[in-house]
């Protein structure tokens, strides 16, 4: 991350406040893949840096350190925070999700739609990670960089050419350090701190189940399993078919990234001026007295373990108040729900809800938290005839679907597994019969979720709602219709005695007879999504709704800045962990 920063030599040209008690020339506010990498490439660069995270350093648990473990990441107490939020703002609509989450009276969690009486209704569990790395320490690690368009857009919204993907894509090669690609590919780095693999393609020459499954998506969709989904091709973002999956893991099945590269900027011999300060909420943003344009000049921190409250071993504890100085910047990398809530509590953010919670207005800006943003994700699930035989890593297979507007729309990707969206214990496990191609559909055409704050006591988590579907929504669902009609026929056309399947979802039994209405409706209410982004967007200073410039900066904010998947104007892509490391 941040590559495009250092390339413009933007830090060294940052002037300095003069403050006596400043340690660090740069503060960072959350180590997910916005911050750590930031952190770390200033402290190379000579910058005496300071990291802050929340939560504990879990780089050595194998629930973390072994890409193969997510789920078991996603569900661990040690890192979670529970955040629950809406899809929408129709009560109606919001009570046939099948996931919801409550909590009983007894404390625990119930899930589904007939919870014992007395519980109390949450909503959709939205999980996060804090911990040493951030979301990138519990995620499945998919790295796919998004269509040329969508770096092109931020270029053309805000007139700083450097965001035009023919520039991002050596930031790329910069941080890569390509696996499964030959040497000297163009467009591939091999000597950066993201190691990337994709699964191991060798099930494709056993005799096996999941071998004839995939050789029946091949034919049905074109492609093969060691395509490189990331190829500096002209022609990607119309290219579809299956491809290699990549994800953000060495050849033995490490994570690596946010984590691995503190580690590593840490332990260098070099010894670069990097603190890694643990267990420290940042509450809020500091500014100067002595400036008229706003100037943030340190941050306000609450020092304790687990002190937020969706975290779910928070006790009440409420930490011991510090304030730290830095000399040049202040970047805040909290994620798509912290950093607005962050700067919101900071005095940052739309002036009536500041208001309303006796906040302190610095800077009117009514873009902070909203244009909340996520990809629509769904999956066609089925049961085979007979238990599966074979493994296979999961394959990726992009669509084009007949109504998509301009670039290929649909990343699925296909395994004897189950992937429904998230609560608390996910997965529900169908045994070994179980395939499914799960499905992310890009660019939504609505963006109108928001974060608010419920409080003006930072603990509290905020108000998510993402309002999906709200434009565009039919247009959306089509296409999410047709990936499934194609993920159907090409599971199975795999043919006896595998099939004929038993599908789940989205349309049940095995002599389906499903309307096209009613495999909308069900993707409509059952849709899930894990990709948040968007909530402090970049865009030019005349638009009412950006919140940060071309640069990150904030808008008539002096030496502020946002670094993390809140910043971009719409989601990059199918997954945006990459997008986030390369931007
Ligand atoms: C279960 C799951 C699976 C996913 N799988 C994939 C995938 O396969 N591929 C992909 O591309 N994307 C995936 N994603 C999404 C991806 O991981 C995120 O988009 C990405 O991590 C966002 O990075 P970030 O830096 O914006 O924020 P985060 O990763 O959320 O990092 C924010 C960090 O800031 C810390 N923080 C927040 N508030 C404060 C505060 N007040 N004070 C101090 N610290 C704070 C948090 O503890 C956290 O460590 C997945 C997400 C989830 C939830
Ligand atoms: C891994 O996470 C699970 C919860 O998903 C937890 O029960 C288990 O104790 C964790 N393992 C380690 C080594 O922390
Ligand atoms: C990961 O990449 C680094 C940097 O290029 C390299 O030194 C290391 O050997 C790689 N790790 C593995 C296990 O291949
Ligand atoms: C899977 O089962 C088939 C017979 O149904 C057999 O031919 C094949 O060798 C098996 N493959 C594996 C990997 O067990
Ligand atoms: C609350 O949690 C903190 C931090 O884990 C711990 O030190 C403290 O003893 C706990 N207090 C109570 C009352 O359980
Ligand atoms: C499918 O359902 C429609 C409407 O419910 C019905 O008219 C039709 O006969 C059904 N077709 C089959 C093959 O069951």
């Known amino acids: 991350m941040a590559g495009q920063l250092f390339a413009l030599g933007l830090f060294a040209a940052t002037g300095a406040v003069a403050q006596a008690v400043a340690t660090y020339d740069y503060i960072v506010v959350g180590s997910g893949p916005g911050g750590a990498p930031l952190a770390a490439n200033l402290a190379r660069a000579g910058y005496p840096t300071l990291l802050l995270e929340a939560g504990d350093d879990l780089g050595n648990n194998k629930n973390y350190s072994e890409m193969a473990n997510f789920n078991l990441a996603a569900n661990d107490e040690k890192s979670r925070w529970d955040f629950f939020v809406k899809h929408s703002s129709d009560e109606e609509r919001e009570g046939k999700y099948e996931h919801t989450t409550w909590r009983k009276p007894d404390g625990s969690f119930y899930v589904g739609l007939d919870p014992p009486e007395g519980s109390e209704r949450l909503g959709i569990w939205y999980p996060r990670s804090a911990t040493l790395g951030g979301c990138a320490m519990h995620n499945g690690g998919v790295c796919a960089l998004p269509s040329d368009d969508d770096w092109n857009a931020i270029a053309e919204s805000t007139g700083d050419d450097t965001w035009l993907a023919k520039n991002m894509r050596q930031y790329f090669e910069r941080i890569e ?296 929504g039919d247009e959306d669902l089509t296409e999410m219709l047709d990936a499934a009609k194609i993920f159907r026929k090409a599971i199975t056309s795999v043919g006896e005695p595998i099939a004929p399947f038993n599908e789940k979802h989205p349309c049940p039994g095995i002599n389906q007879n499903c309307t096209d209405e009613a495999q909308k409706e069900f993707l409509k209410l059952q849709t899930y999504s894990h990709h948040a982004s968007s909530s402090c967007g970049i865009g030019p200073a005349d638009d009412k709704l950006a919140v940060l410039d071309s640069k990150f900066r904030v808008h008539g904010v002096k030496n502020l800045r946002v670094v993390d998947a809140s910043a971009f104007p719409a989601v990059p892509g199918a997954f945006p962990v990459c997008p986030i490391f390369s931007k």
């Open 177 to 472: 350090t390509a696996q499964y690609v030959p040497p000297e590919t163009p467009g591939h780095g091999y000597t950066g701190y993201l190691n990337l693999t994709i699964s191991d393609p060798a099930f494709m020459q056993q005799s096996s189940d999941v071998k004839d499954i995939a050789s029946s998506i091949i034919k049905v969709t074109g492609g093969d399993v060691t395509r490189d989904i990331n190829a500096a091709d002209p022609d990607r973002d119309q290219s579809t078919g299956v491809f290699g999956l990549a994800s953000h893991a060495d050849p033995t099945g490490h994570r690596v990234g946010t984590n691995t590269y503190i580690r590593a900027t840490l332990d260098d011999p070099a010894k670069y001026p990097l603190t890694v300060q643990l267990q420290s909420l940042v509450t809020k943003v500091l500014f100067s007295e002595d400036t008229e344009e706003p100037t943030a000049i340190g941050v306000e921190v609450l020092r304790g373990p687990s002190l937020y409250k969706a975290d779910p071993r928070h006790n009440g504890t409420k930490g011991e108040v510090v304030q730290i100085f830095a000399k040049r910047e202040v970047i805040v990398s909290g994620g798509a729900f912290n950093t607005p809530q962050i700067l919101k509590l900071s005095g940052i953010g739309p002036a009536e809800e500041l208001k309303k919670f006796d906040i302190p207005v610095v800077k009117d800006l009514p873009g902070v938290g909203e244009k909340l943003a996520d990809n629509y994700e769904g999956g066609v699930l089925a049961l085979a005839s007979k238990p599966l035989n074979g493994t296979s890593g999961p394959i990726a297979v992009l669509l084009k679907t007949p109504t998509a507007r301009k670039n290929r729309n649909i990343y699925g990707w296909c395994k004897s597994f189950s992937f429904e969206g998230f609560w608390p214990g996910y997965p529900t496990e169908y045994g070994p019969a179980q395939y499914e191609c799960a499905f992310v559909h890009m660019n939504p055409r609505s963006q109108a979720g928001y974060v608010h704050l419920r409080s003006s006591d930072p603990q509290e988590p905020p108000e998510i709602n993402f309002n999906f579907f709200e434009h565009g």
